[in-house]
């Protein structure tokens, strides 16, 4: 809402105390304080999109991308040369025991390596893109190119399954959209440097709606020189809302050296907070007030350390039940104080144990799952 101008004033509420909401708030709010100064974005005369209701962007499927697949997830070792052992933090380990890469659920799905090479073999999986002029000299399987604009239009050497070509609004004209129209290899980067990047990135995706194509689109932001703290607020920020719009088969963030497992966390969070891509257990829990009835934050931690494995479940964990049950009104189970350490679970809406002790009310939590069939028990346990 904030990127669109509305809102004049916000609470971030989090599972913890007060006091950290308040510099997570002022790093949102201080974003929009000069934004009316950027540079400006073409008008927009027709708008393709239902702005009031979530729609998916019909774009066909090339290779693994847009059509009915998740969002992608890139992650950009360009600017350092890549090791076996880097990938942990992008979601792939090595064991060398078993000979193979063991996955997390948080593996990147493209490897940007710029003019770069691998001196190991990666796993299946993972695609590498490499610029045009690197790639035309690499071992093609499992490498794709990545082009600029006129670069593609003169290239003499493509790739038979999915190239990429990377714009932004200067260069993604009418003509280079009608070129490429019917080439189904090809996937846009969207890329920006525009202080409003969003909209302008949006503004990209309905001249390509508005002219038929139904090429797959990757988010490109750059956030270098941007510190951790904030790597975690300006990216969910920048482009949510575009996922949210159902535009979008992909993020790529571009980050300093070593901030690559955060960078990945974030997209994969991202994902997960627009409901684009699940690849967690989601918590719903509220933001804790004078009507509490247990200890919220340790509670939440103890829940979670249980039950994060849980791919794609969502438990509520609510202080009170004059507002909870309202609040986690979309979560699969619930958690919520009743009393002075008493626990009522709920399985959706319906509440099947009430006023249970707090103190085995975690192990009751994790039977309800198991009872209806969500429970796998965690790797390596
Ligand atoms: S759910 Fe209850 S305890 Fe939690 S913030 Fe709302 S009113 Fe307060």
Same mark, same amino acid.
């Given at each position: 809402?904030?990127?669109?101008?509305?809102?004049?004033?916000?609470?971030?509420?989090?599972?913890?105390?007060?006091?950290?909401?308040?510099?997570?708030?002022?790093?949102?709010?201080?974003?929009?304080?000069?934004?009316?100064?950027?540079?400006?974005?073409?008008?927009?005369?027709?708008?393709?999109?239902?702005?009031?209701?979530?729609?998916?962007?019909?774009?066909?499927?090339?290779?693994?991308?847009?059509?009915?697949?998740?969002?992608?997830?890139?992650?950009?070792?360009?600017?350092?040369?890549?090791?076996?052992?880097?990938?942990?933090?992008?979601?792939?380990?090595?064991?060398?025991?078993?000979?193979?890469?063991?996955?997390?659920?948080?593996?990147?799905?493209?490897?940007?390596?710029?003019?770069?090479?691998?001196?190991?073999?990666?796993?299946?999986?993972?695609?590498?893109?490499?610029?045009?002029?690197?790639?035309?000299?690499?071992?093609?399987?499992?490498?794709?190119?990545?082009?600029?604009?006129?670069?593609?239009?003169?290239?003499?050497?493509?790739?038979?399954?999915?190239?990429?070509?990377?714009?932004? !609004? +200067?260069?993604?004209?009418?003509? $280079?959209?009608? /070129? #490429?129209?019917?080439? @189904?290899?090809?996937?846009?980067?969207?890329?920006?440097?525009?202080?409003?990047?969003?909209?302008?990135?949006?503004?990209?995706?309905?001249?390509?709606?508005?002219?038929?194509?139904?090429?797959?689109?990757?988010?490109?932001?750059?956030?270098?020189?941007?510190?951790?703290?904030?790597?975690?607020?300006?990216?969910?920020?920048?482009?949510?809302?575009?996922?949210?719009?159902?535009?979008?088969?992909?993020?790529?963030?571009? !980050? +300093?050296?070593?901030?690559?497992? $955060?960078?990945? /966390? #974030?997209?994969?969070? @991202?994902?997960?907070?627009?409901?684009?891509?699940?690849?967690?257990?989601?918590?719903?829990?509220?933001?804790?007030?004078?009507?509490?009835?247990?200890?919220?934050?340790?509670?939440?931690?103890?829940?979670?350390?249980?039950?994060?494995?849980?791919?794609?479940?969502?438990?509520?964990?609510?202080?009170?039940?004059?507002?909870?049950?309202?609040?986690?009104?979309?979560?699969?189970?619930?958690?919520?104080?009743?009393?002075?350490?008493?626990?009522?679970?709920?399985?959706?809406?319906?509440? #099947?144990?009430?006023?249970?002790?707090?103190?085995?009310?975690?192990?009751?939590?994790?039977?309800?799952?198991?009872?209806?069939?969500?429970?796998?028990?965690?790797?390596?346990?």
């Amino acid at each position: 809402m904030l990127e669109d101008g509305i809102g004049d004033t916000v609470r971030v509420s989090l599972t913890e105390e007060p006091e950290f909401e308040i510099p997570v708030a002022r790093e949102l709010v201080a974003r929009y304080e000069n934004r009316g100064s950027h540079e400006p974005i073409e008008e927009i005369r027709e708008y393709p999109i239902t702005p009031y209701a979530h729609h998916k962007r019909t774009t066909r499927q090339v290779l693994n991308i847009g059509g009915g697949n998740v969002p992608r997830v890139f992650a950009d070792y360009a600017s350092a040369a890549l090791k076996a052992e880097d990938l942990k933090s992008v979601g792939y380990e090595y064991s060398t025991e078993l000979d193979k890469w063991n996955m997390s659920d948080l593996a990147c799905d493209f490897l940007y390596l710029g003019m770069n090479d691998l001196d190991f073999e990666i796993p299946g999986t993972l695609g590498i893109v490499n610029d045009y002029k690197h790639w035309k000299t690499v071992q093609k399987e499992l490498s794709y190119p990545l082009y600029c604009a006129d670069e593609y239009l003169d290239a003499e050497e493509k790739s038979a399954v999915l190239n990429f070509i990377v714009v932004n !609004s +200067d260069n993604l004209t009418g003509q $280079l959209i009608e /070129a #490429v129209l019917d080439d @189904t290899t090809v996937v846009f980067v969207l890329s920006t440097e525009n202080m409003h990047g969003m909209a302008e990135q949006r503004r990209m995706i309905v001249k390509l709606m508005n002219k038929g194509s139904t090429a797959p689109v990757i988010l490109k932001r750059s956030y270098k020189g941007v510190p951790a703290a904030n790597l975690l607020i300006y990216p969910p920020t920048d482009m949510g809302s575009i996922l949210i719009d159902g535009l979008g088969d992909g993020v790529w963030l571009d !980050s +300093d050296a070593g901030q690559e497992e $955060l960078s990945n /966390a #974030v997209q994969f969070g @991202t994902l997960q907070a627009t409901r684009t891509r699940i690849s967690k257990t989601e918590y719903i829990s509220c933001p804790s007030c004078g009507r509490t009835l247990f200890d919220l934050q340790q509670t939440t931690a103890k829940i979670r350390a249980r039950t994060d494995h849980l791919k794609g479940v969502k438990i509520g964990i609510m202080g009170c039940i004059v507002n909870g049950p309202g609040e986690m009104a979309d979560a699969d189970y619930g958690y919520v104080g009743t009393g002075v350490d008493k626990i009522t679970l709920y399985k959706g809406q319906e509440v #099947v144990e009430r006023n249970i002790p707090a103190e085995s009310a975690v192990d009751s939590l994790i039977g309800l799952i198991k009872e209806h069939g969500d429970w796998v028990d965690k790797p390596n346990t």
